[in-house]
């Protein structure tokens, strides 16, 4: 599995976390220093190696992701291998998505609006936190169960 190395921000945030990885590959101070030297390149490879391992474990915690943007509106749930989505889609040519809460105003609304709702699920397994990971770097955000248990609701309404 490969995702992104951590930036530098990131990185510095997780500066124990790195210390500590580095000392289970058997690497101390002196020798990264060293490496960091004379073989960037085998650095640039435990950084990548670290940078999978955290993001993986954050991952493996995620839950619920949701998108907006101007016509769309996606709430998803990870369910083991199994991912499950509800999607809105604005059909309206002058009335986008402005954030969330108008989302949620807007599903709560008892007038009639022009939005398409959809769902779907996909089967996944092994290769389920590549799509976590694709899905963030697409603009998703971690969501809470509220979000999905009101969109699933909507949805079946």
């Known amino acids: 599995m490969r995702f992104r190395n951590l930036n530098k921000t990131e990185l510095e945030a997780l500066s124990e976390e790195?210390?500590?990885?580095?000392?289970?590959?058997?690497?101390?101070?002196d020798l990264w220093r060293e490496m960091n030297?004379?073989?960037?390149?085998?650095?640039?490879?435990?950084?990548?190696?670290?940078?999978?391992?955290?993001?993986?474990?954050?991952?493996?915690?995620?839950?619920?992701?949701?998108?907006?943007?101007e016509q769309i509106f996606s709430v998803f749930k990870i369910d083991g291998g199994t991912m499950h989505a509800v999607v809105l889609k604005n059909k309206a040519s002058n009335g986008a998505f402005k954030d969330l809460q108008h989302v949620v105003e807007i599903s709560t609304s008892k007038t009639a609006v022009p939005y398409e709702v959809m769902s779907a699920t996909r089967e996944l397994g092994e290769k389920i936190l590549d799509e976590i990971h694709r899905l963030t770097e697409q603009g998703c955000l971690v969501a809470e169960q509220e979000l999905w248990m009101h969109f699933e609701r909507y949805h079946k309404n």
């Open 37 to 69: 030297q004379k073989n960037p390149e085998k650095a640039i490879e435990l950084v990548a190696l670290f940078s999978d391992t955290v993001l993986e474990k954050v991952y493996s915690k995620v839950r619920y992701l949701s998108f907006i943007s």
């Open 18 to 29: 790195l210390v500590q990885f580095l000392v289970v590959q058997g690497i101390d101070d």
